[in-house]
Antibody, heavy 115, light 107 residues
């Protein structure tokens, strides 16, 4: 079945870096745009970034532009989010989703930024 | 970038119809998508496009747009519909924006 599984979350100090991964299965990954969304504790959903099916087109929310980089490896059916210069306010559950309509979501991985 | 505004909370009596709205300038150009999120769970898509539902979503859910306002209507609300609901859309700059979410209580 169609499935997205995020990994790579954890505890990191302010200013640190972390790389999240999203493993896709059950569909032809290279045909779809992919999106990252996050949700801070007790807060709403925040779109972070998306990447085109080829990886050539990317967009970022202003809140992460210049600090986060989205990428994908279609040969490995994987999506990535490289996060650097992390701040307390980046603490959240990070979800990957298929397409701009976000028709399929993973279960999320938790990132905690704290000293 | 654009903003999408939702009422923070809405309630509905069991079996009645409720409309959850989402306002924003981007909705004049792009359709909204709607997501349902229950506590401790990932969101799920319930409405996208003009008024399309993923195959597993009940036909109690429908969507519409008028001007700068998108609406999610739940006809005959059930206890299991109690959840947070979020809208989103693209804007003309290519980015995506979410509304702040609406907490639906089924009485």
């Amino acid at each position: 079945q169609v499935q997205l599984v995020e990994s790579g979350g954890g505890l990191v100090k302010p200013g640190g870096s972390l790389r999240l991964s999203c493993a896709a299965s059950g569909f032809n990954f290279s045909d779809y745009y992919m999106t990252w969304i996050r949700q801070a504790p007790g807060k709403g959903l925040e779109w972070i970034s998306y990447v085109s099916s080829s990886g050539k087109t990317v967009y970022y929310a202003d809140s992460v532009k210049g600090r986060f980089t989205i990428s994908r490896d279609n040969a490995k059916n994987s999506l990535f989010l490289q996060m650097s210069s992390l701040r307390d306010e980046d603490s959240a559950v990070y979800y990957c989703a298929r397409e701009l309509d976000m028709e399929v979501w993973g279960q999320g991985t938790t990132v905690t930024v704290s000293s | 970038s654009s903003e999408l505004t939702q009422d923070p909370a809405v309630s509905v009596a069991l079996g009645q119809t409720v409309r959850i709205t989402c306002q924003g300038d981007s909705l004049r150009s792009y359709y909204a998508s709607w997501y349902q999120q229950k506590p401790g769970q990932a969101p799920i898509l319930v409405i996208y496009g003009k008024n399309d539902r993923p195959s597993k979503i009940s036909d109690r859910f429908s969507g519409s747009t008028s001007g700068n306002t998108a609406s999610l209507t739940i006809t005959g609300a059930q206890a299991e519909d109690e959840a947070d609901y979020y809208c989103n859309s693209r804007d003309t700059s290519g980015v995506v924006v979410f509304g702040g979410g609406t907490k639906l209580t089924v009485l």
